[in-house]
T-cell receptor, first 114, second 112 residues
């Protein structure tokens, strides 16, 4: 099956710093990738849709200047949390869509902002 | 617009007993339906999916789900649960290639 990786799996940073999270499709090309965040004991909330070669589409209420998304190639999308604060601490999950109708999810990245 | 409702936030069940996790959706168009499992501090793992064809879908780990169009439901079932089935379960709906809409999740706890 299709494999999606995320790096890092866990990151701890100081408040005010920026953190970059990578999402890679390892054995397929993905023109579309999605970024979700998940708070403890809650469901996944879609943050943005990332399309290769174009600007990401953000969901209502998600600050695009704070959560920078770059989909530079068909196998890589990055999410940068700029000037992170403790309230940004969360579990961030990406997914990738090869041709067809199924999303393949990465293992997630746990961000802890001190 | 699509939406997904998982009525049961927590389901405790004894080991080797059957379990059903309920999922209802609303959509004005045809959708694809999915069940995912999430273990603590991990990503989502696909259990099963309904795209078309037979309404009874079998997945991994002995789970199955039945698509009921008239009731707009896609309930997940397992005839005999194991301790290792303790996890969070998410129902999701999507249209082809578009974003997923997830339910709020059901926490399944298997009691020894």
């Amino acid at each position: 099956g299709a494999v999606v990786s995320q790096h890092p799996s866990w990151v701890i940073c100081k408040s005010g710093t920026s953190v970059k999270i990578e999402c890679r499709s390892l054995d397929f090309q993905a023109t579309t990738m999605f970024w979700y965040r998940q708070f403890p004991k809650q469901s996944l909330m879609l943050m943005a849709t990332s399309n290769e070669g174009s600007k990401a589409t953000y969901e209502q209420g998600v600050e695009k200047d704070k959560f920078l998304i770059n989909h530079a190639s068909l196998t890589l999308s990055t999410l940068t949390v700029t000037s992170a604060h403790p309230e940004d601490s969360s579990f961030y999950i990406c997914s990738a869509v090869p041709l067809g109708n199924e999303q393949f999810f990465g293992p997630g990245t746990r961000l802890t902002v001190l | 617009a699509q939406s997904v409702t998982q009525l049961d936030s927590q389901v405790p069940v004894f080991e080797e007993a059957p379990v059903e996790l309920r999922c209802n959706y609303s959509s004005s168009v045809s959708v694809y339906l999915f069940w995912y499992v999430q273990y603590p501090n991990q990503g989502l793992q696909l259990l099963l999916k309904y795209l078309s064809g037979s309404t009874l879908v079998k997945g991994i780990n002995g789970f199955e789900a039945e698509f009921n169009k008239s009731q707009t439901s896609f309930h997940l079932r397992k005839p005999s649960v194991h301790i290792s089935d303790t996890a969070e379960y998410f129902c999701a709906v999507s249209r082809a290639g578009n974003q997923f809409y997830f339910g709020t999740g059901t926490s399944l706890t298997v009691i020894p």
